[in-house]
């Protein structure tokens, strides 16, 4: 029986706009997307009969369709009409869990790139995004991952010019936070910011770390619970303070993460971000 390995890796939006709701209830989006390397690992094993099995080493997680990482598999065996034979999906977790990183559509997407390559089904990546349309909405974007426009529901990916690379201290406070309610929230109120998304693009065009950095924004920060919109400022404010060039939330949240140039200012950040929380990773760009 065939074993493949492949790594998930995380997803930031280096902004996140919404733009309004759409007749089908979903909302229009506009989002510039980043990956990283704190990464999930996936382990395959094709080919052994019987039902789809998922195991992690997070005992809460679905172990079976509810899984995005099985509800990959089951689009991508009904899309192509290629059966595996029965697959084993082993998730060794490391991006947090309802964190706003992407980590269940992360590694939804690095099945599918797995299955293309071992049933040889030949499908170029957009058309593996579009078949990750219907398991989740960040899907199409964690196929295709590096740094991209995001716009519709997430689906319409746009590559762009690759963010420059740099450290990324990523802190995940102890609370969820609802996404239902938060974009309930943002169908409530007027916005009264929105991201420089033009301004984001022509600094990336233009190889300007900076000026991505100082453009970031969340629109989902201005709708946060109060306890937890003190908790992500606070968090901000500190990777701003420890030399951060930029620093937002991802998603809905709640992790904030900075990017930094300097490997020297991001470990302190780290460091002292690590003595309030237990979730705080250094990372970098991919």
Request: proline share 6%.
């Amino acid at each position: 029986m065939p074993t493949l390995t492949a790594e998930a890796p995380a997803k930031l939006n280096l902004t996140l706009d919404v733009l309004g709701r759409r007749d089908d209830g979903y909302h229009d989006l506009c989002m510039v997307m980043q990956s990283v390397a704190l990464s999930d690992l996936i382990t395959l094993t094709l080919g052994g009969g019987g039902p789809l099995r998922v195991k992690t080493n997070l005992s809460f997680l679905p172990n079976n369709e509810k899984n995005l990482a099985a509800a990959a598999v089951l689009a991508f065996q009904r899309e192509t009409g290629r059966d595996a034979g029965g697959v084993s999906i082993a998730i060794d977790k490391h991006i947090p869990v309802c964190a706003g990183m992407g980590g269940g559509s992360s590694d939804a997407a690095a099945v599918l790139r797995a299955l293309n390559g071992a049933l040889e089904t030949g499908l170029a990546p957009l058309d593996l995004a579009r078949l990750g349309e219907g398991v989740g909405s960040d899907v199409p974007y964690c196929v295709l991952g590096g740094t991209a426009l995001a716009q519709g529901r997430g689906e319409v990916l746009t590559p762009l010019s690759p963010l420059p690379r740099c450290l990324v201290v990523v802190c995940k406070p102890p609370f969820s936070i609802s996404t239902p309610e938060l974009f309930r929230a943002v169908d409530g109120v007027r916005l009264r910011c929105r991201p420089d998304t033009a301004g984001v693009l022509s600094a990336l065009e233009a190889g300007d770390l900076e000026g991505v950095a100082r453009r970031m924004y969340n629109v989902f920060e201005d709708v946060l619970p109060p306890r937890q919109g003190a908790e992500v400022r606070a968090i901000r404010g500190e990777l701003v303070q420890q030399g951060a060039l930029g620093a937002c939330m991802s998603g809905t949240g709640p992790t904030v993460f900075g990017l930094f140039r300097d490997w020297d200012q991001a470990e302190a950040a780290r460091e002292v971000l690590g003595r309030t929380y237990r979730d705080v990773w250094l990372t970098e760009t991919v």
